[in-house]
Every structure is written in structure tokens, then in C-alpha cells.
């Protein structure tokens, strides 16, 4: 019975060590992704604000970031991504295969719609415009491939969010309908219309939109242009997981 009993004091000690390793982890991976496109350093104050852990355990994360070359502190004391987040910045894009997997298809949907057609991705608490065609009117909603926009604002974030799984509305609406619109929500000029994609096992990759100006896009034209959207979305998907296999073959 003795042994048996230190069994399982032995497992539950194991398990409490795995439990609190995995939060060690993803609390340090939530400093990383704290950081935007544009942002060169940022002060532990403002690290310990975007994470929400206490500045102490930001300041021992960081460090032990930093002992890899994930962080580097500058002599003021703030915190910027060293070579080691770099490099897995690079491998990610090297990976994500975006010439010959999401372009295809933006190129078709620019071309079936006229308007600018762009996949987004979520990263941390934004999203990142991963790929962009240009649609072929003077007139159009400009957004350059990396920048950062704010999740919750216009269609592309908020599906990210919807299908991230994120409670209440407009979210639940967003999920039952399968798409988004959105008319001056993030710029008073600009309207779009947004559908998830997803790779293998129906894991979210991100989110495929058209957008342009308001004048043009009303919430009429948007609706006509739905089908569209979900058709290319659905073909980005197939070829995602397409993709993926055939990387993991």
C-alpha cells in the first residue's frame, strides 16, 4: 500500500511540474507575440500591460528569452526580438508557401470581382496582411503586404475572432452566416467582405477579403459579391490542405 501511495504521490508531483511548465511556456510565447510590425522595443511596463503577468514575471521570462537570443535589452532598458525570433520569422515564411498557394486564388477573386482581394493571418492580438492583389480600378482601398491592423476592427479581424472561437456577438452571427461585412468599421471609407480559410483538420489559417471604398462597396453591392468570397475562400482551403500534405509527405 506504501508503494503504491508513493506512486501516486510521484504522478501528481509530475503532473503539477508538466502543468506549471506548460504556463512557464506560454506565458514566455505571449511576450514574443506582444510585439507588432512596428514596434522596434518595447518597455517592460508595456510588455507586462500586453501580457497581463505581473512585471516581475516578465522581467524572468525575458531574460531567459534572451539567454537564447529570442530578446535582446537595449541599454535603456527596453526589450526588442533578437536573431533567434528573426530566424523563426524566416522559417515560417519560408514554409507558408504564399506565391503558390494563397496568390492563385487572390488573383482570380480580384479578377472575378474588380476589387483589391488580401489574406490575413492572425498574429497574437492582430492581424497581418499575409498576400494582396491590387484590383485593377484607380479608386481602391490600399494596404501593404506585413502591415498590422487591429483585430477587432473590420471584417478580416473579426472573422479571425469569430472563428477563433471568440464569445457573444457579433461572433455568433459571424460563425451562423460563414462571412462578414463590414462598412466603415476600421475607416470610414473603406468596406469589406471577409470569409475564413482553413488547412488540415479544419484548423483556422486565416481570412480572405475584398475590400475598396465605401461608395463603391455598399452592403448591397457586398451581399452580390458574397458568393465570390465564400467560393474563393473554400478553394484556398482545399488548396491549404493540399499544400500541407503534400509538405508533410
Known amino acids: 500500500m506504501l508503494h503504491t501511495m508513493n506512486d501516486s504521490i510521484e504522478v501528481e ?14 506565458r514566455a510565447m505571449s511576450i514574443l507575440a506582444a510585439f507588432g510590425v ?12 500586453r501580457t497581463g503577468c505581473h ?34 520569422g524566416a522559417c515560417y ?13 487572390l488573383r482570380e477573386l480580384s479578377a472575378a470581382t474588380g476589387e483589391s482581394a488580401t489574406f490575413y493571418v492572425r498574429e497574437g492580438k492582430q492581424r497581418i496582411c ?21 483585430l477587432e476592427l473590420g471584417s478580416p479581424g473579426r472573422v479571425l475572432l469569430a472563428f477563433s472561437g471568440e ?12 462571412y462578414m461585412l463590414s462598412l466603415g468599421e476600421r475607416d470610414a471609407e473603406v468596406s469589406s467582405i471577409s470569409a475564413p480559410v482553413y ?20 452592403e448591397s453591392v457586398l451581399l452580390e459579391l458574397k458568393e465570390p468570397v465564400l467560393a474563393a475562400a473554400s478553394r484556398l482551403s482545399r488548396s491549404m490542405m493540399g499544400a500541407r500534405q503534400g509538405q508533410g509527405a
Open 199 to 218: 488547412g488540415i483538420n479544419w484548423t483556422l489559417q486565416g481570412a480572405i477579403c475584398i475590400s475598396g471604398p465605401i461608395s463603391r462597396l455598399s
Open 93 to 105: 515564411q519560408a514554409t507558408f508557401n504564399v506565391v503558390e498557394v494563397v496568390q492563385p486564388v
Open 167 to 178: 464569445p457573444g456577438e457579433p461572433y455568433e452571427s459571424v460563425r451562423r452566416a460563414g
Open 55 to 88: 512585471r516581475s514575471t516578465v522581467l524572468r521570462l525575458a531574460r531567459t528569452l534572451a539567454m537564447d537570443d529570442y530578446l535582446a535589452q537595449r541599454a535603456d532598458g527596453t526589450w526588442r526580438l533578437a536573431r533567434a525570433a528573426g530566424w523563426l
Open 13 to 26: 508531483a509530475d503532473t503539477s511540474a508538466a502543468e506549471e511548465g506548460v504556463v512557464a511556456v506560454r
Open 38 to 49: 512596428d514596434d522596434t522595443h518595447l518597455s517592460l511596463a508595456e510588455l507586462s500591460r
Open 130 to 150: 499575409m498576400a494582396r492583389v491590387e484590383g485593377p480600378k484607380s479608386i481602391r482601398h490600399h494596404v501593404r503586404v506585413g502591415a498590422a491592423l487591429p
